[in-house]
Nanobody, 124 residues
Framework: QVQLVESGGGLVQAGGSLKLSCAAS???????MGWFRQAPGKEREFIASIGWSGGRTYYVDSVKGRFTISRDNAKNTVYLQMNSLKPEDTAVYYC??????????????????WGQGTQVTVSS
């Protein structure tokens, strides 16, 4: 069993930065980790993933070049550095863990563990 707890969300002006953290209890070293987000009235969407060693990352086009996912397995923590934030980035951000160490694009139906979510609001 893995529990995920996100932190670091908040209110920021457009163009600003935030860094989200996801602390995991239990052993998540071999899991693929990812971040999803859900804006009001929209479906939850996958935005980034990182392989178990940290050597493989993937980003959807809407965040590529602005967001950076990383992990520290010694600290059981995954991070999402978000730069050049836009109002359309406003959403609840969720950390996710998938037992499949080979997966690159996480899907809602196959995620094994979810965090509770953290709100990110970007003002214009």
């Amino acid at each position: 069993q893995v529990q995920l707890v996100e932190s670091g969300g908040g209110l920021v002006q457009a163009g600003g930065s935030l860094k989200l953290s996801c602390a995991a209890s239990g052993t998540f070293r071999s899991y693929t980790m990812g971040w999803f987000r859900q804006a009001p009235g929209k479906e939850r969407e996958f935005i980034a993933s990182i392989g178990w060693s940290g050597g493989r990352t993937y980003y959807v086009d809407s965040v590529k070049g602005r967001f950076t996912i990383s992990r520290d397995n010694a600290k059981n923590t995954v991070y999402l550095q978000m730069n050049s934030l836009k109002p359309e980035d406003t959403a609840v951000y969720y950390c996710a863990a998938d037992r499949n160490s080979m997966v690159v694009i996480l899907t809602i139906t196959h995620v094994d563990y979810w965090g509770q979510g953290t709100q990110v609001t970007v003002s214009s």
